[in-house]
Nanobody
Framework: QVQLVESGGGLVQPGGSLGLSCAAS????????MAWYRRAPGKQRELVAV???????NYADSVKGRFTISRDNAKNTVYLQMNSLKPEDTAVYYC?????????????WGQGTQVTVSS
């Protein structure tokens, strides 16, 4: 079994910054793709950023140039640095990880962390 623990959400003013982290623990042989999603009130969940095991990244157009995804493979952790935050970035942010364990690859979700951008 694998557990994902997210941290770092909170309240920030427009233009401010926040950093999120998501640490995976448990029966892990390796981790493939790691990603961050978000769900804003009244909207569908959307992909924010993704990073492959080789470090290649991709971002939603709405966050390009403001958000940075990174990972620490030694710590099985993915990060999301969010700068120049806007009210429309308000959402619950979820990490998503593809883990190779004893029974092959499985996909896991974090519990979600609230990010609120408001003055």
């Amino acid at each position: 079994q694998v557990q994902l623990v997210e941290s770092g959400g909170g309240l920030v003013q427009p233009g401010g910054s926040l950093g999120l982290s998501c640490a995976a623990s448990g029966s892990i042989f390796s981790i493939n793709t790691m990603a961050w999603y978000r769900r804003a009130p009244g909207k569908q969940r959307e992909l924010v950023a993704v990073i492959t095991s080789g470090g290649r990244t991709n971002y939603a157009d709405s966050v390009k140039g403001r958000f940075t995804i990174s990972r620490d493979n030694a710590k099985n952790t993915v990060y999301l640095q969010m700068n120049s935050l806007k009210p429309e970035d308000t959402a619950v942010y979820y990490c998503n990880v593809d883990v190779r364990g004893s029974s092959g690859y499985r996909n896991y979700w974090g519990q979600g962390t609230q990010v609120t951008v408001s003055s």
